[in-house]
């Protein structure tokens, strides 16, 4: 019994066991066809309640317009549906589930108070155009949180309109551009780093800038030298991650901002690892002008399998007037409105105010927090990425020996000599009972292993991972065809991604 | 504070293992100047029964049950509650996005799924697996149309959603810049409230890109559609269909000769929620679907032979393909995408048909009710419509507002604020959840219009 | 790709597939240790809203009452007890994974519009001492759920107390006591059909009554001359269960009944199987005097691993006198009451009214019936059941050929020969993916099978369900230890049951 | 009917498989006339939109938040949400008792945790996996004692809940027929509100199998359990302490000198429900643990050595022992019990004493500034008490508890209903969700008493 005691041994494992590998153990799972495959005509789901109108006839009221050939749904009853989504639900690994270090990411813990409050009627139920005089409470959580924010991020205004964080870049950099034209000096430049996550060039490009590649230094941050070079009278502005995608804080910020400044060209930050900074240094205060948020990261909203995010944008003061349309304001009696009149406004980057479910998730979130909370959470979040670090450095290659914060990234060089990649790493990660860490990202260093425990994940799970991490590099040596095969313990395993890509299969037909 | 896994001993034994001597230490290469020395001046921390309570009074402060007659992109539709009981499992809730299919099926098969009742809805071949919301999924439509033709020009109908409208604009800036003003509006016909055809003919030349309507359109009409894909294809335009109330297609015919269509599924099982989170998503001929944009889950087999989804055509991406990508976009609304897929596999083949007759039935009849007041009348009358419809009333729709709100009413949207032309003119939605008897409520109040109006 | 689409192939096995059994594929699932083994001294998973009022010192308050020695609970963060209990649910099976055939529970599926409705504030927060013109609402539930479950009995009086099936009965042999009693006759005994579940002896025990056994008769029914000789002046009741626990409606019920009371017996009718009955007969109808109900079983009420159920108990006008108190009932103005007044009342048999949230979620099942869903669900069961029958009674042996109702029971007779018993064939079944039947019980049947499939279950997961049948069937022929050795795909298999009980460890003790 | 998963077409081929011509024959074994040849008399099938409507207007006749005082064996106390994300998880909550281990043995962890925490708290050596609520508890733990001491005496304190009592003596009723009056009830002391530790001590006998008291009791009273279990022992007689307000045992001495302790655990986190469902539990000294009614759980290994969880001692239970059991019971209240196992979780070693803490400070804030008003006093000063109180009023507690409905307040219960020589008195609980602010206006309105009165 005292095995049981040992984090190796949750679940206890008996001397000799052969089925638990790191923290996992096989056990069944339901399968399940696709749900069109399950559908037989006349099964129903639903019941509507009884019409108390006059019932129409759709054909005499639409002509033309009324459909014919009905959309092929499936028919199903209910319970047919829970077991098909449930069952589908048991393939899932989650935050729930155990330690998911997806490497820039941030997937922490999503407290269930937030759905809880998300879901409480008065603003689960609230249309947007309703009056703003029946709006006061939304829009007290609107304006509660983007104090917070503000007061977190050290900036001056912001925009809760966009619905992720390259919708915040968008928004961003169309700030820029609005300012710059303001000035009569529209620019045609965006600096990235080669560092810089996809959606940075994507962002600059669909803002019609010419992405120009800042190319990383030694230590994998910003060149100085090579940066005051590179900076002209048509750089419009810097999109610089901090803490870079390495995980290490630009030390120079300062005077990244001043080089930038002193040639006319803003510094936007993008804010994607803000769970590194939250509580202990603010952007506003070492320069950068604008940047956005992931709520959906720093500020807990769930990933929901892929969306939905939130991704609000701060600025300073010079940038306020172009903000889009509408934002908030009180009036003397102290009643919020939205104001649509702003002559300088970007526009609207999306209907209505954004995605408004996910500003309650964030403010309750802060408020469980409070500053105390937020301070230990970013130190938590740091302590366990090197320990990490420490922990692993000696069998995995650290491209860059620079100090870590939030997370740590490592190469696969050291496994590539036995023909491993860092692909291959991660899949038998699966095995241990772990989500990989990101793969292949940033595209600075070669076969990247990225690696964020965040907050919240327990000395014991840490401990786990680690363990599973060592293991996996000395499976490497003894016998890489395991790594190579893996994952073994799954439904699925290796998927068939060409011919997925070459002769796409989008979508359910029947068959004949 | 009570969501991280420490206690300080583990703290302090953590960071000796790494060798420092204290938290401070992995802070140290923050420039000392910028260390934050103070709290946040933030509220402080707060118990889970403080902050139910705090967002409750907020809540409060409408008084909920109000009966609305809101519509305009935002549908009120009953949301059966499986949905909520699915999707508030961990194993969705709190997955990433499913980069790793070996332990993301469940996500995987489920997008596939919402991929094909998308495209059997829309009568489009393929569908991806969710853009923010309606209003961004028609700019990206339009960006998509852009790359597809080669061409920059761009005609909107006036009666597509204006907040849609002032989206797109946003995202042509850029090319405006450049190519001069490449988006440009058409009006629409007065007593159809469909676009005006003629003016569109005029306006199409071998530089549209494409055009895009709104159908149902803002004024809740359906639109020619079969005519306006004539005018576009002959100039060799696209035509875009963007759709806000889904609903509509259990039982308007879908938008076959469109080349892309861009819907906002916010009505399949979405909560109103103040504006969002809601469900973008593009459906397309086959022949575009490298040109879309957003996520795509394939079906493929594993090495085994097992049949199981992936990501796939990611090199339209961002994170392959960069400053080429065709968007930018990353995280999407998977998790509304799946409210959607649940919602229509509830309603299924029949029961999304019977749930749009019932919205027709009760919009028809709160049509014929308003209408029938002294000073009050349809506009639009000469085109089918859907479960919405512009109401005239003589009297100042302030006036009428105020009574209504006495009744726990909300009333139809005044519309001069975006159509200068349609003064007194209100945008009145009905959907299966609201009662007769508010209907008549509504009706009587409207009627009791005083005398002098 | 055809494959997919027939039933066994649902997750689209491949040719030659090896890991798809049945309808289930290993995966992995994660280890966990127990709470206790997780917790460290100063973690929180709580935090206290800021007391409002002067602080106290408990010590002075309670003297030597205080507590000094706090109880050794866990003390972990709120996502490891997530986490925790998370892992666990996936050790379950369950309702919502697949089919639970378990004979006599009745295993349907348990909709989730109930569990709402059980969770509006003003249902879920009321205080059971409410006054009463405060509680009407919660009064109109009780009333309108008493009315429909007099209806679908054709009982003339109920009591919703009891909080389970066991409980039911024991209050229902009170009633019959207490009619006996004052009648001046009280009497001495209860017979017992042996196939009775344990629970009907056990209460008649409880209640102080001798118990009689009753031999079944060759078809499993009740023996009319065994019964009309062993009634006497000294017979309380007649314990049935109709149908009977092999499924079995005593189409002599009407003649039992006469027996008995021609004896001055009562009919008392364990009601749960009475989801084979909802709709086409009611007992009150057929002769029974007192009656219960499971609403965790007919009325969709959900088992929660064990618990919590609702066993109201429905009785003949000629009881009513003797429910236990209190009784609901409507004054002049159709206020509803509880009325405690009844000098003939047995007494309480629990605190308050009962399992309210019981009732609850069974009215919402009821409402979501109507009388023709109630029928079609019944009909439903009785054809699941049939058809499970038809499919297997030529490799199963099949004791009784009476015809069966909602649930069939096999013997593992032909089994036996190659040394396999109805428990090793339940392991082997969860190796392909279901839940086991009910196992050696009723104890009429020797190696009993029985076998209740409910209306839930689709025509595809019966199919499976019979092919697994019949491919253990074929296994206890060709490979009898495999099925022996059974389970072999779940997490742990064939505990050790008799050092459990031999060396009993009740709780976890924290290593000295 | 959308619960069930066949189509028309689905279920007649399914009669022609079994050979059947219609569903009639599967039923021709019911006699023609007790066939129910029409639809029963009950409400119409409802839409699901329908059954939510219905249940939250009956909810809604009770204007919803009220500030309650009521406690008296049902006490509101903040339930953690997450108890509620983890209980409907369809793992726990469609699965049903235990049986198959293989496939169970998340229930069953969660259970020997259970067993675990409430043994710990009450100081006990074992508890059981539940029992109905606290009353059927009380009444088994009684049973309980009477067999192991072989005796039928059974000395139950006026200070024990009323409705629990009405209980035992229902259970007991037909040892009464055969043994006369083998239930008797001991007095209180009227200062102290504690048993009358004289009359006790004259009604023991070798007869008296046990003493049942509870603590804190009915009055909210802590009962001097040393005393009493010295004057129970010294004549061989067990000592059964019943708990109602199971978080008292966060600061309260637990009742270590018990032979058997029965607790009502519905302060954890469980839902006030209108009376239940709740969660009954007995707990013990080990040597009597083969008398315990209800289910246990005991930890065991698998074939391969994995430690694993089953159903034990089942030897005691009616599936096995039929009219020898130890008890009746068979579904008992797990999942109420999986809820308490998470709240203890929640709160663990600390919080469980951090709460209790204010609800002790609530009620001694409650108990001052309610016996400041005129003519106001406490009772049953004499002894230590949790978080009730009773208060005595010169005023008839129906003129006050009028005026406290019209500031949406219920105050305390009267206790004339079952004391009759206890009139004007009123019992009063206090949690920690009660805000100050309520407390005071309950104290106004109690002290703005007519002069008359
Ligand atoms: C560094 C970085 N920037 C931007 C993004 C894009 O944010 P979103 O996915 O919310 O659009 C991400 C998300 O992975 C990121 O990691
Ligand atoms: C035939 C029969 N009678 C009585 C019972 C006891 O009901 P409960 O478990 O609700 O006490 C059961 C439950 O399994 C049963 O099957």
Avoid at chain 1, 34 to 44: C, D, Q
Avoid at chain 2, 148 to 160: E, I, M, Y
Avoid at chain 2, 277 to 290: D, L, Q, S, T
């Amino acid at each position: 019994m005292s095995n049981v005691l040992t984090p190796e041994a949750s679940g206890t494992a008996p001397a000799g066991d052969t089925r638990t590998l790191g923290k996992v153990r096989p056990h069944q799972t339901q399968n399940e066809a696709l749900v069109f495959e399950k559908s037989s005509p006349g099964k129903k789901a639903y019941r509507l309640a009884q019409l108390d109108v006059p019932a129409v006839d759709p054909g005499a009221l639409l002509g033309d317009a009324v459909r014919r050939e009905p959309g092929e749904l499936p028919e199903l009853s209910e319970i047919e549906i829970i077991r098909h989504f449930t069952r589908l639900s048991t393939w899932n690994y989650a935050i729930d589930l155990g330690m998911y270090p997806l490497g820039s990411c941030t997937m922490k813990y999503n407290p269930r108070v937030n759905e809880l409050v998300a879901r409480i009627e008065g603003l689960a139920e609230a249309h947007p155009y309703r009056p703003d005089f029946l709006a006061q409470g939304q829009l007290d959580v609107v304006d509660l949180l983007q104090k917070c924010l503000i007061e977190i991020t050290g900036m001056d205004a912001i925009t809760m309109q966009p619905a992720a964080g390259a919708h915040g870049e968008f928004t961003g950099i169309l700030l820029t551009r609005a300012w710059h034209q303001s000035q009569g000096d529209p620019r045609r430049t965006v600096i990235i780093p080669d560092s810089a996550h996809g959606t940075n060039p994507a962002t600059a490009a669909i803002c019609g800038y010419s992405v120009e590649n800042l190319k990383s230094n030694a230590e994998g941050g910003i060149d100085l030298e090579a940066l005051a070079r590179q900076v002209n009278d048509q750089t419009a502005a810097l999109m610089l991650t901090n803490p870079s995608t390495i995980g290490v804080f630009e030390s120079q910020i300062h005077k990244i901002a001043e080089i930038l400044h002193a040639n006319g060209a803003l510094l936007y930050m993008d804010g994607a690892n803000m769970n590194a900074l939250c509580g202990k240094t603010r952007p506003g205060d070492f320069g950068v002008d604008v940047m956005h948020l992931n709520l959906h990261k720093t500020f807990s909203t769930p990933h929901g399998g892929g969306g939905p995010g939130c991704g609000p944008v701060a600025c300073k003061a010079f940038l306020e007037p172009f903000l889009p349309i509408p934002v908030l304001v009180k009036d003397e009696n102290g009643d919020k409105h939205w104001n649509y009149d702003r002559p300088q406004s970007v526009g609207r980057v999306r209907a209505f105010f954004g995605n408004f479910g996910m500003f309650v998730r964030a403010l309750a979130y802060i408020l469980a927090n409070g500053p105390d909370g937020l301070r230990q959470t970013t130190e938590d979040a740091v302590l366990n990425a090197n320990y990490i670090r420490k922990k692993l450095e000696d069998v995995y290659d650290l491209p860059y020996n620079t100090p870590s914060m939030h997370e740590v990234v490592f190469s696969d060089r050291r496994q590539l000599k036995n023909g491993v990649r860092t692909g291959d790493i991660a899949k038998r990660l699966i095995d241990y009972g772990f989500h990989p860490y990101t793969v292949s990202f940033p595209l600075i260093v070669h076969g990247a292993l990225m690696i964020e425990p965040t907050e919240s994940e327990s000395r014991e799970e840490l401990d786990l991972f680690v363990a599973a991490m060592r293991q996996i590099a000395r499976e490497v040596e003894e016998n890489p065809q395991l790594v190579l095969d893996a994952p073994h313990s799954t439904r699925v395993s290796r998927l068939d991604e060409t011919t997925a890509a070459r002769k796409p299969i989008l979508r359910y037909r029947k068959p004949a | 504070m009570r969501y991280l896994p420490k206690s300080d001993a583990e703290r302090a034994a953590m960071l000796r293992e790494i060798g420092a001597s204290s938290i401070d230490d992995l802070f140290a290469v923050i420039p000392e100047e910028y260390r934050l020395a103070r709290d946040l001046d933030i509220p402080r921390q707060m118990g889970e029964s403080e902050i139910v309570e705090w967002f409750r009074s907020a809540a409060a402060k409408y008084t909920v049950r109000h009966t609305s007659f809101l519509g305009a992109g935002v549908y009120r539709h009953y949301r059966p509650c499986i949905i909520d009981s699915l999707v508030q499992r961990g194993e969705f809730l709190t997955s990433y996005t499913p980069y790793q299919a070996e332990i993301t099926q469940g996500t995987l098969q489920a997008i596939f799924e919402f991929q094909t009742m998308i495209a059997e809805l829309t009568g489009m071949d393929v569908a991806n697996a969710s853009m923010y919301d309606g209003s961004t999924g028609a700019a990206e439509a339009v960006m998509m149309a852009v790359r597809v033709t080669g061409r920059d020009g761009v005609l909107v109908a006036r009666t597509v959603h204006p907040e849609y409208r002032e989206v797109m604009h946003t995202y042509a800036q850029h090319r405006e810049a450049e190519t001069g003003d490449v988006m440009r509006e058409v009006g629409y016909d007065p007593d159809s409230g469909r676009i005006d055809l003629a003016a569109l003919e005029a306006a199409v030349t071998d530089q549209t890109a494409c055009v895009l309507v709104q159908s149902p359109n803002f004024f809740g009409i359906i639109e020619d559609i079969p005519a306006i894909a004539d005018i576009a294809h002959k100039k060799g335009a696209l035509l875009v269909v963007s759709i806000a109330e889904a609903i509509s297609l259990g039982i308007v015919r879908p938008p076959v000769e469109a080349d892309i269509v861009s819907m906002e599924a916010q009505s399949f099982g979405v909560a109103l929620c103040y504006g969002g989170p809601y469900c973008g998503v593009i459906a397309a001929k086959e022949k575009y679907v490298r040109q879309m944009p957003g996520r795509l889950v394939g079906q493929t087999t594993d090495r085994n032979g097992y049949r199981g989804f992936v990501l796939t055509l990611s090199t339209r991406e961002q994170h392959i393909r960069r400053e080429k990508a065709t968007s930018n976009i990353c995280t999407n609304q998977a998790l509304v995408a799946l409210m959607a897929t649940i919602f229509l596999t509830v309603y299924g083949k029949e029961g999304i048909r019977e749930l749009a007759e019932h919205n027709l039935a009760k919009s028809a009849y709160t049509a014929q009710v308003l209408a029938a007041g002294p000073g009050a009348r349809l506009r639009f009358t000469g085109a089918p419509r859907f479960h919405e419809f512009v109401l005239h009333t003589d009297e100042d729709p302030a006036a009428w507002h105020h009574r209504l709100h006495e009744e726990k009413i909300v009333g139809g949207l005044e519309l001069n604020r975006w159509y200068p032309e349609l003064d007194h003119a209100t945008l009145w939605c009905t959907t299966e959840i609201v009662p007769r008897e508010k209907i008549d409520i509504a009706a009587k109040q409207l009627a009791a219009v005083s005398v002098e109006a």
